[in-house]
Every structure is written in structure tokens, then in C-alpha cells.
């Protein structure tokens, strides 16, 4: 059965780690569906986090494959035990007459925040799982999107789980 | 004080005593080369192709326990390099590449033999490096010896641009230590594990050691030895662990797999308990993993690289663990427990195994009037007395070599087991006999792979390397046109090969001495007069029975019991 992991992964914050861990999912076949990477509070590190699907035989080969690499330092499926997972997006709608004042309640009710206006449009910051952020845009209309961007996921396991070296 | 990249590079190789730097000189490299000049520990060798630099050091690593080295300008020195470097990966040898890279300022700009090196060889290397200071070299190269030779071993390339290796800076000597907290490969196996595995030996009634690659590369073919003669255990070795445990010893069945022997095979199949050591149940070695699942089995699996175990097949007992550091904390467990196995208990299984090996799937028929390719491999095992050091190329003549060679001792058989390298064999017996000047190196190769590398031919007459090369010259790709018999309805696809040169008058003309062979009863006397010929390179040209197929042979996908006997099961 092919499950959702959420991988985090620490690695060494130097040029061509990150091509190490994409060229190994697309050497061996594994599936990315989203991949997020910025520097830690120590500069030297990076931390990463991946969304897989896969079997758990293959989830276990994919995190023994990215411990194999030089570069990264820690390993570990969040996934496997309570965790928080957020998402940011950026959307930009056409907010004109009337589906301006729609647009504005949509966002308020999503708890998202409009950071950019213009005569005829909103970009609206929304924050949340990826469930929450596929509900909204679900939940407005289609051809009022101009445009979207999404950071994919990144996550940290609930209360003493702790990802440090 | 004060030195040049170029004078560091070479100072650390020093250091790490590298004898021979296996190269080709180009732009990007010309600073590293000039260096070279101005000093006599390291000796270069000037290969003909740089693959062939890189097959050479592979080849001097595999037969001792050093870390090959060669050396290579950026571009084309580089991706002519490639296949070598995937070879070395692919078998996991310790193998360090310097490459030149083109001046940093023009890195990006597509400037003459540029190519994006650590991206071209990310896939098959370890790991790699981009030199950006000529203050990080000896750091670097330090790093990249260490990656090479501990854990699982591996080829590490480290790309110097050519302003780095002309750039001064302040060398304070090579680091005597090296810490790096990415990599911290395991070395111990789990004690609690271990007694479990033995406990699991000492109850088997059908057991089974299946080893690989890893027990010659870890050096741990005489504790693995010792163990299987202590317990008194059948052992079955892959293309790969030749040598890791006494090819005459009784207790070997011989190699498994594809064209693994028809006891090994079945003895791998219907074992109750199976021991796998340094190994990786790859395709060629198990066949179809779901109708290898059939049989129920216990399985220990005992390997440094935990990717490696339940990768392909479910294991029951992990160890992960330094091969020769797991056999001692088995050796020593059951020597302070006294606990052994039973023999007795074993009889009935033994039986069956001495049933399996009475099928003499090896034999082949003999003939007066054309040579036979085994023929040819057993009497160089009979006058060499299974103890020259065998370089193989790939195809039917590396499976018969593998098969009718008994190797006794480990790092004797070198050959491209993974990658499957045609042109492999020459510049690999090259690295093998400067590493052991004075002893007997035989290639044992094809018309069609020795012709992937034949201009090494002109390096060994520059540095009189005495090699015997056995071509086994069916005129046809041989395992190609074997494949193509058995499951392309014998449509012979471009596996003919016309207009062959006369490979004696060839080697003559590379200043070596050149036989042809094509009567049977010419072998013996053309392999003895060749290893007489001390001082010489021979190249043996047998014209062997084009006909003559590799058996026993597990087709692809099938299952390891499924095996092709003879002609006869087709």
C-alpha cells in the first residue's frame, strides 16, 4: 500500500547537496510530491522536508538511501508519529465589484491574510496544511484565479521529538 | 610555507603513499603534471584512454587493500573517464579521481573541455568534490580517501580548476585525522543480533552461506573460512566473491546465479537457514525474488551498507556491521560457548547436496578437433595452479572463467561484476601486475571486449608489463548470440563480427609476442610457453568452438530452480 511520509532530513548547507538528494529520488524511481529546503539557525545546515508516497519497504530504502549520502546528517519520517505540517501559499485573485467583498470574506473565514492590493486584484497569504490550502481554492471561484504559488510542506514532529544534531 | 594547489595535490598523494598515479595529461591538469615532473615517489602511468586510467587503478585497489588513484583533465578526460569510475561504483572499489577543471573564472561560460564534472559523476560515485581554494585541497583530498576506503568502499572524484592548482596559499601539512559528522559508517555489528544469527546456524537442519563482493573487499575471506569449516556449512560465492572462501574446498558448491552451478542453486533455494555475507540478492544473483520467496527460509544478512539489506528480499536477522569485525564476534562467541553444530543432523541435507552435485553440471563435451573455451580455462587453472591473479572482460568467456577457475585466495579474480564493463580486463591486469610485480596476471577475455581497450596493448610495452592475455575468439559476441539462440529465434543481430584483425600479428605489432591457437591439442603447450616467457606480454589468440554455449543458465526473471541444463533443456 502506497502511503503519504513526511521526510526531514538535515544536511550539510553546501552547493550541490540539494541536486544529491533530487538526482537519488529520480535515480531510483521514488516520488517527490513536494520538497522544501532553507538554512537552519546553525548556517551550516540545511533542513529539508519531503513529501513521499510510497510502500513502507520502499519508504525504508529511501531514508537508508538519503542517510547514505555524505552530505546528509540526520534522517527522519515525521510522518511516523504526531506532527505539525504548514504550507504557505500565495493566490492572486481578480477581486472586482462585487467578488471584491467576497473575496475579502473568503479569506477572513480561511484565516488568510490579503498583502497585496490593487484596483483589480488581492493577493492573499494563506497558511495551513495542504488539505486546508486545496479547501480554498476549492472553495473560490476557478476564474477569479489568477495566479498561485505554494511553498509545499515543511513540519516538525509534536512536543520532545526533536530533529538536532 | 607556502605552496601551490599543484604542489599540495602532489604532497598528499604522498602522504597517503600512493605508488602509481594511473593518468592522462591534459590543459586543466598541466600544473598538477608539471609537478609530477619534479619528484620520483609517485610514478605515473601513461595509459592510452583515460577509462583505461581508471580500470588501472580499479584493477591495482581490487588485488591489494590500497585505493587505486588516477588522474585526469576536465571534458573529454573526464566523460572518457565515466565508465570507469560506474564500473568502480557498481563493485564498490576504493578508487580516487583527480580531475582538472577549466579555470574558475570561465566555470558556466561552456569554455574549452568544460563540463560539468561533480554533475556528470554524481550517479556513480560515492561522493565528489569541486576544489573552490587551494587551501581546501588537502583537507579535501583527505576527505576523499577516507570516503573511498571506509564503510562501504566507493569511487570519490575531487575536481581541481586549473587557477586552483596554480593559486599559493600557506600548507601546513596533511591532516592526520579527519572528522566528518555526515559520515560515520557503522563498524561494530549489534552483539544481540549476532547471538541471535548463531543461535538460528546452530538449529538449521538445511543451512547455507551465500557470500559476495564485501568478504573480499572487507578482507574477511579467512574469518568467513574459518566459519563455515567450524560449522561445517555448505557456501555458495557470487561473480563477485570468488576467492572470499576456497574455491577446492569441498564445502563449496561453487557460484550461484544466472550461471551458477546446479547444487548452489538448488541448495539456495531449499535451504532452511541462509547466511548471506557481504552481498546484495541482486537479479543475476536470485532470479525472481517472488519465486525465490516461495520457500520458506530464515535469512541472517550480514552487510556494512544497510541499504543493502532488505533491499531486493525480506531479511529475518540484519547485522549491519565491518564483515571482519561481525565473523570475529561470531568466531569468538562460539568458541567461549563451545556450541556447535550437529553434524549428524546435517547428514540428510548433505546427502541431498552431494545428489545435486552428482548432476556434474559442469561438464562439457571434449573435442579433438576444435578448441573448447572451458578447455581453455582449465588448463591455464592446471599450469598457473589456481594461483595467478585473473582479469576478466565480459561475456560468456568472464562466466567460464568464473566457473572453471577455482580461485583459493581472495583479490586473485578481477572482474566487472555490476557495471558489466566490456574492455575491462586489459588496463585492469595493468594496475594488478605493477601492484604485484613478478607474479602471474592472466586477462582471460573476447575478440569483442578486448577490442574496447587494445590500445593499453602500447602502455605495457612502454612499462613492460608481462601480462598473458587468453582471448577466447568465437567470432561472435558470445553471450549476445547465446541470448540471441535461446530467446530471439536464433536471429544473429549484428553479434557477427567480420573482418577481425589477426590478433598475434596485432600484438606483434605492438612489440609483443602474438600465438594463435586452433587445435585442442595446442592449448596446453601455447599457455605453458606463454608464462615461460617471463618477461614478456603474450597475447593468446584461441580460436574457440563459435558454437559453445554457458551453462547451467537461469533465464531472466525465472526462478534460481529453473535451470537450463544443456542444449538438450532448450
Known sequence: ?165 | MVLTGAEIVIRCLQEEKVDYLFGYPGGSVLYIYDELSKQDKIRHVLVRHEQAAVHAADGYARSTEKVGVALVTSGPGVTNAVTGIATAYMDSIPVVIISGQVPSAVIGQDAFQEVDTVGITRPCVKHNFLVKNAADIASTIKKAFYLAKTGRPGPVVVDIPKDVSAQKCEYDGYPKTIAMRSYNPTVKGHQGQIRKALGLLLEARRPMIYIGGGVVLADAAEKLTKLARLLGFPVTNTLMGLGGFPGTDRLNLGMLGMHGTFEANMSMHYCDVLLAVGTRFDDRVIGSPEHFAQEPRKIIHIDIDPSSISKRVRVDVPIVGNLADVLDDMLKMLESSGDRSDPAALEPWWKQIEEWRGRQCLNYKFSEEVVKPQHVVETLWKVTQGDAFVASDVGQHQMWAAQYYKFDKPRRWVNSGGLGTMGFGLPAAMGIQLAHPGAPVAVITGEGSIQMCIQELSTCKQYRLPIKVLSLNNGYLGMVRQWQEFFHGNRYSESYMSSLPNFAKLAEAYGHVGIHVDKPGDVEGAIREAFARKNELVFLDFQVDPTENVFPMVQGGKGLTEMILSAEDL
Open chain 1, 1 to 165: 500500500m502506497d502511503m503519504r511520509h513526511v521526510i526531514s532530513l538535515l544536511l550539510e548547507n553546501e552547493s550541490g547537496a540539494l541536486s544529491r538528494v533530487s538526482g537519488l529520488f529520480s535515480a531510483r524511481g521514488y516520488n517527490i510530491e513536494s520538497l522544501t529546503v532553507a538554512p537552519t539557525e546553525d548556517a551550516s545546515l540545511s533542513r529539508m522536508t519531503i513529501v513521499t508516497r510510497g510502500s513502507d519497504e520502499t519508504v525504508e530504502q529511501i531514508t537508508k538511501q538519503l542517510n547514505k549520502l555524505v552530505d546528509v546528517v540526520k534522517v527522519v519520517d515525521i510522518s511516523e508519529a504526531a506532527h505539525i505540517e504548514r504550507e504557505l501559499m500565495m493566490i492572486k485573485v481578480r477581486a472586482t465589484g462585487k467578488e471584491r467583498e467576497e473575496m475579502k470574506r473568503m479569506a477572513d473565514i480561511f484565516r488568510g491574510h490579503i498583502v497585496d492590493v490593487s484596483e483589480s486584484s488581492y493577493v492573499i497569504e494563506l497558511t495551513g496544511t495542504q488539505d486546508k490550502l486545496d479547501s480554498f481554492v476549492a472553495a473560490i471561484d476557478a476564474s477569479l484565479v489568477l495566479e498561485t504559488v505554494r511553498s509545499g510542506v515543511c513540519g516538525l514532529g509534536r512536543g520532545d521529538r526533536v530533529l538536532k544534531i
